[in-house]
């Protein structure tokens, strides 16, 4: 039951250094809006499939190409690199932005495609749930904190009532991450942006100087699938 690593959103917060939190209510009844965590999902979809013994997964193998007139995917075992011909009446490409299905799909056909970069970065962080106890903030809902320079922390919650926090900053302008490259300046522009989560501080420092920078992008596809 995929249920279990699903948190139902009862409503979303926006927080601001000057103005009181304003707090939206959503529908959970016949609306809901579920939130989850990637690799808990992966995880409790693969224990899924042992209830079902016609479906194989194939684990270290990369797709290398698709004919859709045969019907046919080549893949190659990445280890051993031995390639294989499996025939099937469909692909799902289920890959991401930069998604290879797509591209190989495509190919042999008149198809449209776009892919543009927004000027906003990333950085995620994990936030316990006793320091979102310490933000008093509500453990069932989705939380905005908008900074006086427009840069915002999105959290969500996770299925372990911890939040995973996403930093967005404007590619361009005062602040960005290309310029927090200090301890000093990360907590300055902390304590100047974010001043009511204070007592997440070292946890937004370590996050802000180590994890990877992440990309928004939207895509256009046309056929989006054929």
């Known amino acids: 039951d995929v249920q279990s690593v699903l948190r139902v959103l009862e409503g979303c917060f926006a927080h601001s250094i000057d103005h009181p939190s304003a707090h939206s209510k959503f529908n959970t009844t016949d609306k809901r809006q579920y939130v989850v965590e990637r690799p808990e999902l992966l995880r409790h979809l693969i224990k899924a499939t042992k209830k079902y013994p016609k479906i194989k997964l194939h684990f270290n193998t990369s797709l290398i190409g698709i004919n859709k007139w045969n019907k046919e995917i080549t893949v190659q075992n990445l280890k051993t690199k031995k390639l294989s011909t499996i025939s099937c ?10 998604s290879l299905t797509r591209t190989l799909a ?3 056909q008149d198809a449209h ?5 927004l000027t906003w970065r990333y950085k995620q962080v994990r936030i316990p749930l ?5 933000f008093g903030w509500d453990e069932k809902s989705e939380h905005f904190v ?7 922390l999105i959290a969500f919650p996770n299925a372990d009532k911890s939040y995973t926090g996403m930093f967005l900053l ?5 602040h960005t991450f290309e ?5 000093t300046k990360v907590m300055n522009f902390l304590k100047e942006q974010f001043p009511k989560q ?13 994890n990877p920078e992440g990309t928004l992008r939207t895509i256009d596809v046309n056929p989006l699938y054929d």
């Open 89 to 98: 009446d469909f692909v799902i490409g289920a890959d991401g932005v930069n």
């Open 106 to 108: 495509h190919q042999g």
């Open 113 to 117: 495609f776009s892919h543009e970069f």
């Open 130 to 134: 006793k320091t979102i106890q310490g």
């Open 146 to 152: 908008h900074s006086k320079t427009g840069g915002v």
């Open 170 to 174: 404007p590619e361009k302008g005062e």
């Open 179 to 183: 310029k927090l490259t200090t301890k």
């Open 198 to 210: 204070e007592q997440a501080f070292d946890l937004f420092l370590t996050a802000i100087l180590n």
